[in-house]
């Protein structure tokens, strides 16, 4: 029998349940959600066996079978994938949680979390005939589609905000990619990216709107987040995982993940319960959950330093809040002094300097132990989505400069 590289069987819509074809080129479902890619989890449990995977090299494609890339020869890669799950026993100390762990995802290629959804995505979108994607971004995904565009021969155009940070346009630039900066926030760039892709392949340019959730397979990149932590804690979850979230792809991957390790029988022990962490500044899904309702409103004027979380409305906002209340997680938001505070104080607590939407994890954990929801008890794992070098700005620097001939006291 034909051992395939990827079970991929279908797409189905999230609302719905509807099937779609999954090897034709993807948006929205009929029936506007988005498409979730499944997998013929039978015979993924026949290959995935724990020493089969254990002996693949330390990537996120050593999951292939439950990645939608058929073709091995199709994978695009820079690296990305196995980042490592860090104890923070000092920091783990001064907030109340000794077994406080940290996924850091600051070391991927392009220094965000993003990597893994574009490397899964221009891989499949190469895989079945992309020319060029297409998306707005608040900074770091868009670097990071364009980075591996570039490394599939594929086209990029990427619209930002203009506040968003400086690193990411310049990743853009210098991979090759076509920029534009939108005064506005991003649903702003993603109405000019939808009308720009609609333009151009009616001339036949061959564009995929890669816009966050709006193809099916970012969230299968990320959700290998999931499938490393348990993992490397020996087939177990953590008891909470708390995630950064704005468009909320990283926390619905999650949650998908950790729904198909249990079903392919990797995964021992209880569901972690799932924390959505936004900034006091936007914060739809911490308003909704706290209404009890399955779906957001945009904040009126949505502020934070936290950039990569500044989503007034995500599309999958129903998937986010899903993930929340089937685990007995929940949702909270910190401001944006608490969050850079303990952006700082990690850096001096473990040497760590992490992006303020992983900051706000930490400062969220502090939160949630101080109000008695973390007992103390807890294994908790907090998502860094990012490297702090993409945000310099969130450090002032004003050392003493001392002469040649002078002495340091």
Not at 236 to 250: C, E, M, N, Q, S
Not at 286 to 296: I, P, T
């Amino acid at each position: 029998m034909h051992t395939p590289f990827s079970t991929l069987s279908h797409l189905e819509c999230s609302r719905t349940g509807a099937r779609h074809d999954a090897d034709t080129v993807a948006g929205l479902s009929d029936a506007g959600a988005p498409l979730l890619a499944r997998y013929d989890l039978d015979r993924a449990r026949e290959l995935m066996t724990r020493a089969e995977v254990a002996g693949r090299p330390p990537d996120l494609w050593r999951y292939h079978e439950v990645l939608p890339v058929r073709d091995p020869a199709r994978v695009v890669t820079l690296g990305e994938g196995m980042t490592p799950l860090l104890p923070l026993p000092r920091a783990g100390a001064r907030l109340g949680l000794p077994r406080l762990l940290m996924k850091d995802e600051g070391l991927v290629p392009t220094g965000a979390f993003k990597a893994r959804g574009a490397a899964v995505g221009v891989s499949r979108a190469a895989e079945l005939g992309v020319r060029a994607i297409a998306m707005p971004t608040n900074g770091n995904a868009g670097a990071a589609w364009a980075c591996y565009a570039a490394r599939a021969g594929l086209g990029a155009l990427i619209a930002m905000p203009v506040d968003a940070p400086e690193i990411t346009r310049r990743e853009c630039v210098v991979s090759g990619a076509e920029l534009y900066l939108v005064d506005g926030l991003i649903g702003d760039a993603g109405r000019l990216v939808a009308d720009a892709v609609a333009r151009r392949n009616e001339r036949g340019a061959g564009y995929q709107d890669t816009s966050t959730l709006k193809e099916p397979y970012r969230v299968e990149g990320k959700k290998t987040m999931g499938y490393e932590i348990v993992e490397q804690l020996g087939g177990r979850a953590p008891d909470v995982i708390l995630y950064p979230t704005g468009g909320g792809v990283g926390i619905i991957a999650i949650h998908k993940a950790l729904q198909e390790l249990v079903e392919l029988g990797r995964l021992a022990g209880p569901m972690p319960r799932l924390v959505a962490v936004q900034a006091e500044g936007c914060a739809p899904i911490v308003d909704a959950f706290a209404a009890g309702l399955r779906s957001s409103e945009p904040p009126a004027d949505p502020r934070t330093v936290a950039f990569g979380i500044t989503v007034p409305k995500a599309l999958g906002d129903f998937l986010v809040l899903d993930a929340v209340h089937d685990t007995g997680g929940t949702a909270v938001a910190v401001s944006d002094a608490e969050l850079l505070a303990a952006e700082h104080a990690l850096a001096r607590d473990e040497g760590a300097w992490i992006c303020p939407e992983g900051a706000a994890c930490v400062a969220a954990a502090g939160r949630l132990r101080e109000s008695g929801w973390l007992n103390g008890s807890e294994s908790v794992v907090v998502l860094n989505t990012g490297s702090g070098l993409l945000y310099p700005d969130t450090v002032a620097a004003a050392p003493p400069v001392l002469a040649a001939d002078g002495h340091i006291p």
